[in-house]
């Protein structure tokens, strides 16, 4: 729980009058540390000092706090593990041990490591159902060489809660991807690592005697104080449940989703496959099942393609599988052609949409389309489809508009190239999560007419999931 992690961290403060107050709990923590070339010998003894004083405000022990400790620099090298030693002293020896690397700086694949191996079970990692906080810290000096954001969500997903430091010329929009949120608690940089004690001081205000400590709060995941309170909160990848205090897997919200897909020649088969894999990864955060969610997908170009409806699959495992067989058409852009198509067949019965089920397309498009839009567009719309136009590279911006839903800051979204579909497909993913919900759709049997719009009693909550997400992405520079 946070309060445990804010218990963990009175403990950290070096400071022995309030250590007395703070109840010790138990931990599983990973040291995660870049020995990589550009960090000098010296510096690399003061981060072992660093984790030796660190040591002292721990209790270890098989059934208190247990600490692993792996470092990196082109490859993984890990030194101990969570169930390696059950001493405090054996711990400090084998930090004195450590041997610099002195190489690469793959913190990715660092990050991967810890955890798919040093946060399981043969590991020594205690099972997730006793609830025991599990805590990566991760110390580095420079930009990785590899891809962080994605692996780090994963890890964040997975209930690793990720304190990033940074040391001298580290990027910080590189850490934030690294470290748990909120980053003004788990992302910190220092200047040099004779700083990096520093730190300490940052710790300092928090509150030990954490209201989360001296209640049974409930919460299934985390609990964390307020002023004169506290609140539950999940793991990124769940959402609260309507009682307050337990978790469910995001996307448990239910919709049927349509996935329009440009599949015209100027995308280009290397760009096709990272557009399928934006596709699965928003499928992955889906719970795609019979009563679940479900998701149909068109590809176009000169031609429109139904490469699965709605109906055809009940799994995401099924629905990766067909995205992954798709075959890039490479010819004209008739986007218009498509929206017809969504409009006339994709939400039919026929095809498998479900009444009072939310209906949501997301339209992707890398050019001017050479076939009217607004009219089919606007058809789908007032027949209760929410469209999110997404547009990448020569598409038009008028176009984007004439597609998308109102009000256009929320549904119109536009990247200049392809290389970052990976930070769209996180962003929509954690958007995604809650799902649609506080709707009453009024839906016809067969094609819908304007006369049937969905009756709202809220703004889709997939819609402001989305938008803010990709906010995000605009403020990041990623989105324009």
């Known amino acids: 729980s946070c309060g445990a992690l804010w218990e963990f961290f009175c403990l950290l403060l070096l400071c022995p009058h309030l250590s007395n107050t703070c109840k010790a709990i138990p931990l599983d923590f990973v040291f995660v540390i870049d020995s ?34 792996l470092q990196y620099g082109s490859v993984v090298q890990p030194e101990f593990s969570l169930n390696t030693y059950t001493t405090k002293a054996e711990v400090e020896q084998a930090v004195k041990n450590m041997k610099h690397l002195a190489t ?3 913190t990715g694949l660092a990050i991967e490591y810890t955890m798919e191996t040093s946060f399981t079970e043969e590991d020594g990692a205690r099972p997730a159902n006793l609830h025991i906080p599990r805590i990566a810290m991760i110390v580095t000096d420079g930009r990785p060489q590899d891809t962080v954001e994605e692996i780090a969500a994963q890890a964040r997903q997975a209930g690793i809660q990720i304190f990033a430091i940074g040391v001298g010329r580290v990027d910080m929009d590189t850490l934030k991807t690294i470290g748990s949120e909120p980053h003004s608690e788990h992302v910190h940089l ?64 239910v919709m049927d989703l349509v996935f329009v897909i440009d599949g015209s020649k100027s995308l ?5 496959e990272l557009v399928k894999q934006f596709v699965n990864g928003i499928v992955d955060s889906l719970d795609i099942s019979r009563p679940g969610s479900h998701v149909g997908l068109l590809q176009y170009s000169t031609k429109v393609r139904t490469e699965f409806t709605l109906g055809q699959y009940t799994t995401a495992q099924a629905i990766k599988q067909a995205v992954s067989r798709m075959q890039y058409m490479g010819r004209g852009s008739m986007t218009g052609s498509a929206l017809r198509h969504m409009f006339e067949f994709s939400f039919s019965v026929k095809e498998g949409a479900r009444p009072n089920i939310p209906r949501v397309s997301i339209v992707f498009t890398d050019g001017r389309s050479q076939d ?22 020569k598409a038009i911006e008028q176009e984007l508009r004439e597609i998308a839903s109102e009000p256009d800051e929320k549904h119109l979204y536009y990247a200049e190239d392809f290389e970052n579909m ?51 992405l605009v403020q990041n520079n990623i989105l324009f």
């Open 190 to 253: 220092v200047a040099n690592f004779s700083q990096i004690e520093t730190l300490i001081s940052v710790f300092q205000s928090k509150l030990c005697l954490d209201l989360c400590q001296t209640v049974d709060h409930g919460c299934e995941h985390q609990c964390v104080s307020t002023t004169d309170s506290y609140i539950c909160k999940c793991f990124e990848g769940f959402m609260l449940a309507e009682d307050g205090k337990s978790c469910k897997k995001c996307g448990d919200g």
């Open 36 to 69: 990589s070339r550009s960090i000098r010998p010296h510096d690399y003894e003061k981060v072992k000092t660093f984790i030796i004083n660190l040591l002292q405000f721990l209790k270890i022990g098989h059934d208190a706090t247990r600490v692993g400790l």
């Open 268 to 272: 280009g088969p290397a760009n096709f």
């Open 104 to 106: 690469g700086t793959m």
């Open 372 to 393: 009217d839009v607004s009219e089919w567009a606007n058809k789908a719309k007032n027949s209760g489809v929410t469209i999110y136009a997404l547009g990448v590279g």
């Open 422 to 472: 990976g930070e769209i497909t996180k962003k929509l993913k954690s958007r995604i999560c809650k799902g649609p919900s506080h709707l009453i759709y009024s839906f016809p049997t067969e094609k819908p007419s304007d006369e049937n719009m969905c009756q709202c009693e809220n703004v889709i909550m997939f819609q402001n999931q989305v938008t803010e997400k990709l906010k995000d």
